[in-house]
């Protein structure tokens, strides 16, 4: 089974923070995604990925950048956190859809305080 | 600007019973379809997905039927069972070059009554 491996499952950071979020999958995936999940708007893209050291900015990119050095490792990082960055966080990779869909972490509950 | 729209947040079916869930859209470029389920806590797993090309694809339970002239899909589960209920998520990809990205509705939450 292809797995998608979130570094933590709960952070709490306080504001100004730079944040990082670890995300790894060992299936050696071309397109690799970060969403964030907020209750009533579903999952929102905030940056994705087709290669290494490629990366493509989603709907939501305001406040967040990434880095992607290996094909196995995407890495999201809050520049300087901020309060409505609490959310819950998830990284997908696959290959493009097609009849399997991509394949998501357990996701990172982050709170900012 | 949601391309993809669940316009029902929640949805209460009796175990045994069938569960209707449904998403629109509004890029008719979009040649690819997929359903999420998500329990709390969790990240989504895949469900079943449809190409452009078809109308309807079935696993076990679980149909998803589109209609491209309508740009309306909808996910069907038969008999609905407790285990059932979770956030469902509809998706939409455009097959381009570089990455496909997967657009998202906002979800359904489905809680299937024993």
């Known amino acids: 089974d292809v797995k998608v491996t979130q570094s933590s499952r709960y952070l709490v950071k306080r504001t100004g923070e730079k944040v990082f979020l670890e995300c790894v999958q060992d299936m050696d995936h071309e397109n690799m995604f970060w969403y964030r999940q907020d209750p009533g708007l579903g999952l929102r893209l905030i940056y994705f990925s087709y290669d290494v050291k490629m990366k493509e900015k989603g709907d939501i990119p305001e406040g967040y950048s990434v880095s992607r050095e290996k094909k196995e490792r995407f890495s999201l990082i809050l520049e300087s956190a901020s309060t409505n960055q609490t959310s819950m966080y998830l990284c997908a990779s696959g290959f493009p859809p097609g009849t399997y869909g991509y394949t998501f972490g357990s996701g990172t509950r982050l709170t900012v305080v | 600007d949601q391309q993809v729209k669940q316009n029902s947040p929640s949805l209460s079916v009796q175990e045994g019973r069938i569960s209707i869930l449904n998403c629109d859209y509004t890029n008719s470029m979009f040649d690819y379809f997929l359903w999420y389920k998500k329990y709390p806590a969790e990240g989504p797993t895949f469900l079943i997905s449809i190409s452009s090309i078809k109308d309807k694809n079935e696993d076990g339970r679980f149909t998803v039927f589109l209609n491209k002239s309508a740009k309306h899909l909808s996910l069907h589960i038969v008999p609905s069972q407790p285990g059932d209920s979770a956030v469902y998520f509809c998706?939409?990809?455009?097959?381009?070059?570089?990455?496909?990205?997967?657009?998202f509705g906002t979800g359904t939450r489905l809680t299937v009554i024993p």
């Open positions: 998706a939409a990809s455009r097959s381009q070059t570089g990455a496909n990205n997967l657009f």
